[in-house]
């Protein structure tokens, strides 16, 4: 018995979607989460990684597919058949990327937005990065840059320049430290300044 082929394009969009959404939501290619910034940033990631993994096995599935089912037979010397021309296939094709890629810029926007990202400048210079807390930040000269994050996992993260700032951009790399309020009181403490009554004193001996 012969399926259907709406039937089975069905099926295989079907497939194709539920498999994209799957390895979306459980592969993670992300370092480990350590800001509250985090889970807005993967909630955008899962949503692109959902969608490249559906567009990547479908045009690589159908490619395979055509490769192996129209391949040349021997004896076939011919040209292929022309075909020209198909409205309702040109207007399909033409109307989901566009929906795709207005979506895509849209949310990306939202993101940006929810993660206090609109407060920045051109003439970049450098940028502040932390993988792990999902925030890139520019920094540009003469221009004082607040950044405002709640960490949410303790421990040493590495800080990255992230615009190609000059010779010596690869080199620029430091480490942002978090630590419980008590680890941070007491190194608070044992790094203080000596108190004033020892300064009076010493310029008054002096
Ligand atoms: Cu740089």
């Known amino acids: 018995m012969q399926i259907p082929s709406a039937i089975l ?10 498999g994209g959404l799957w390895i979306g939501q459980n592969i993670n290619l992300l370092p480990i989460d ?48 022309a075909i020209e021309g198909n409205l309702p296939l040109e207007i399909f094709w033409t109307a989901v990327p566009a929906v795709v890629v207005l979506f895509v810029g849209l949310y990306s926007y939202d993101i940006y937005d929810r993660m206090g990202g609109m407060v920045e400048a051109k003439d970049v210079i450098h940028a502040f990065w932390v993988p792990e807390f999902r925030l890139k930040q520019d920094v540009i000269p003469g221009q004082p840059t607040q950044l ?33 309020p008590e680890d941070w009181d007491s190194w608070y403490r044992d790094n203080a300044k000596a108190a004033p009554e020892d300064e009076t004193l010493t310029i008054a001996n002096a």
Do not use: W
């Open 9 to 18: 394009t069905l099926v295989i969009g079907m497939v194709l979607a539920l």
């Open 34 to 81: 350590a800001s509250a910034n985090a889970p807005i940033y993967d909630e955008l990631f899962k949503v692109l990684f959902t969608i490249g993994s559906i567009l990547f096995i479908g045009i690589v599935g159908l490619l395979v597919f055509s490769l192996i089912r129209f391949r040349r037979r021997s004896g076939q010397l011919g040209d292929g058949l």
């Open 148 to 180: 405002s994050f709640t960490p949410t996992r303790t421990g040493r993260y590495p800080i990255v320049c992230a615009e190609l700032c000059g010779p010596y951009h690869g080199g620029m790399r430091s480490t942002v430290v978090v630590e419980s």
